[in-house]
């Protein structure tokens, strides 16, 4: 199994590289894990709810053809299932024992494209709260580690 974090936006404030690094090579023991930036549509100051909508497919054309053939996309949206992280360990030893690999799709600041949302097999949500589009990266990795950490036994996790 491999997990792909196909991202929309490249330039992270410092503090989220820090924290993300981090938690991406404490990961890498347990599970391969590849970042795949992907570029966020420039915006203006004073676009419409099109444009909005524009960029949004823009962006959501860029995941989906970062996709590899055979990845399972999961998209991460604020209606999403929401799992605790005792489920979402549970999940990815289901990943992991039917060799699947996982590509999860961060949008943009105004989210994932309709496409990205029809093409996904299942929807995500780490949090009913809104979030800072960046704070997402980091959160996620420190799930995904803290939920490989439950399925190896490391003593990281402590419920």
Same mark, same amino acid.
């Given at each position: 199994m491999?997990?792909?974090?196909? &991202?929309?936006g490249?330039?992270?404030p410092a503090? *989220?590289l820090?924290?993300?690094?981090?938690?991406f090579?404490?990961?890498q023991p347990?599970v391969? &894990?590849q *970042?795949?930036?992907?570029p966020?549509?420039k915006? =203006?100051k004073? %676009?419409?709810?099109a444009?909005?909508?524009?960029?949004?497919?823009?962006e =959501?054309?860029?995941?989906?053809?970062?996709?590899?053939?055979?990845?399972?996309?999961?998209?991460?949206e *604020? /209606? /999403?299932?929401?799992?605790s &992280?005792?489920?979402?360990?549970?999940?990815?030893k289901?990943?992991?024992?039917? /060799?699947?690999?996982?590509?999860l799709?961060?949008? =943009?600041? %105004?989210g994932?494209?309709?496409q990205?949302?029809?093409?996904?097999?299942?929807?995500?949500?780490?949090?009913?709260?809104?979030?800072?589009?960046?704070? *997402?990266?980091?959160?996620l990795?420190?799930?995904?580690?803290?939920?490989?950490?439950?399925?190896?036994?490391h003593?990281?996790?402590?419920?």
């Open positions: 491999k997990i792909r974090l196909l &991202t929309i490249q330039k992270m503090w *989220v820090t924290g993300f690094e981090d938690y090579k404490r990961i347990f391969q &894990t *970042v795949i930036e992907l966020m549509a915006r =203006g004073n %676009d419409s709810q444009d909005i909508l524009k960029y949004c497919q823009l =959501g054309e860029s995941i989906l053809n970062a996709l590899k053939p055979g990845e399972v996309l999961i998209a991460l *604020v /209606g /999403g299932r929401e799992l &992280t005792e489920k979402l360990a549970l999940t990815m289901g990943w992991m024992q039917d /060799g699947q690999d996982i590509a799709a961060i949008g =943009g600041p %105004d994932l494209s309709d990205v949302r029809q093409a996904a097999a299942w929807h995500w949500s780490l949090s009913k709260l809104t979030m800072p589009h960046p704070l *997402v990266r980091v959160l990795i420190e799930q995904l580690y803290r939920a490989m950490s439950i399925n190896h036994n003593p990281y996790h402590r419920a």
